[in-house]
């Protein structure tokens, strides 16, 4: 089986651009999430949607937006690019069911390195 | 909101060696414990869990123990192998609903042969 797959995997932008970032998840997996993961620290929560609706919002300015599709994939968009948006991006799904036999565990894909100049 | 701290930052050991990380957590609601190990270019992948409900778990080299008064938990490997040698991270949350992880700032961990 596929795991997540995450797109692009390697982007340059410029301050003041914005940027698309594409996550598919597992099959089966109704739940995604983002996470920026600057240098050497941990990954930070962006977003959480379960069933295309929002069920989680980190400390992010609203330049960071997503959503999610009918198929469960996902897009994260980022407006008005900072230097300090350089980053690894990280999608994660996981199950999702609520107050179900969620384990808790999230698959990551290998990210999004998007750097800013 | 949760705080996790981890502790060491790196640890370089010998091949055969046991290696201790160890996290501290805030919120006392959180109830679930993950660690995640994330080698170059890739992302995080679980490699155990613990829940509030238990104190130690055991997969094979990988142990996991939890003490829910002092809020800390440790993640053990024993007869480490140059494949170990990945970033390690601690996570804690609250399970039911959504899990969402907070988690702490990587353990660089090497093994030398």
């Known amino acids: 089986d596929a795991g997540v797959t995450q797109s692009p995997t390697h982007l340059i932008k410029t301050r003041g651009q914005q940027v698309t970032l594409r996550c598919s998840p597992i099959?089966?997996?109704?739940?995604v999430s983002w996470y920026q993961q600057v240098l050497g620290q941990g990954p930070q929560f962006i977003f959480q949607?379960?069933?295309?609706?929002?069920?989680g919002r980190g400390n992010f300015p609203d330049r960071f937006s997503a959503r999610q599709f009918p198929n469960y994939s996902s897009e994260l968009n980022v407006n008005a690019l900072l230097l300090g948006d350089s980053a690894l991006y990280l999608c994660?799904?996981?199950?999702?069911?609520?107050?179900?036999?969620?384990?808790?565990?999230?698959?990551f894909g290998e990210g999004s390195r998007l750097t800013v100049l | 909101g949760e705080n996790v701290e981890q502790h060491p930052s790196t640890l370089s050991v010998q091949e055969g060696d046991s290696a201790v990380i160890k996290c501290t957590y805030s919120?006392?609601?959180?109830?679930?414990f993950p660690w995640y190990k994330q080698e170059l270019g890739k992302g995080p992948q679980l490699i155990i869990d613990i829940r509030s409900n238990v104190g130690e778990k055991k997969d094979q080299r990988i142990a996991v123990t939890l003490n829910k008064t002092a809020k800390h938990f440790s993640l053990h490997i024993t007869e480490t192998q140059p494949e170990d040698s990945a970033v390690y991270f601690c996570a804690a949350s609250i399970r039911g609903g959504s899990y969402i992880p907070t988690f702490g700032r990587g353990t660089s961990l090497i093994v030398h042969p």
């Open positions: 949607y379960y069933e295309k609706e929002e069920r």
């Open positions: 919120d006392s609601a959180s109830n679930y």
């Open positions: 099959s089966g997996h109704k739940s």
């Open positions: 994660a799904s996981s199950l999702g069911t609520s107050g179900g036999v969620d384990t808790g565990e999230l698959f």
